[in-house]
């Protein structure tokens, strides 16, 4: 059984950067899709990016382009979100997801992945 476990969240101020990891146990992920979601107090979780099994097709939501950049290490068995420049609005709990079906496409749809962690909170003060 995969577990997925997130790190590197925290509070921090406007303009600041985090990078949050992604840690992969129980199976290998280095042929499978992975994304992180987030979901803010009172709405639903949203796609922020993915990436494929080689990291050469990355998908981001259009709020975080040219902020946000997604990479994995498939030695390591873990993906990494690099944030800079975080908003207010960036405020979350932020979850990696894995999609044990496909390795090729990165789909932002939730339903699409059957893995999650327990997510890291991510709290951006103006």
């Known amino acids: 059984q995969v577990q997925l476990v997130e790190s590197g969240g925290g509070l921090v101020q406007a303009g600041d950067s985090l990078r949050l990891s992604c840690a992969a146990s129980?199976?290998?992920?280095?042929?499978?899709?992975m994304a992180w979601f987030r979901q803010a107090p009172g709405k639903e979780r949203e796609f922020v990016t993915g990436i494929n099994w080689n990291g050469r097709n990355t998908v981001y939501a259009d709020s975080v382009k040219g902020r946000f950049t997604v990479s994995r290490n498939n030695a390591a068995n873990t993906v990494y979100l690099q944030m800079i420049s975080l908003k207010p609005e960036d405020t979350a709990q932020y979850y990696c997801?894995?999609?044990?079906?496909?390795?090729?496409?990165?789909?932002?749809?939730?339903?699409?992945?059957?893995?999650w962690g327990q997510g890291t909170q991510v709290i951006v003060s103006s």
């Open positions: 129980g199976r290998t992920i280095s042929r499978s899709t």
């Open positions: 997801a894995l999609d044990l079906e496909n390795g090729v496409f990165v789909s932002r749809t939730v339903e699409v992945y059957a893995h």
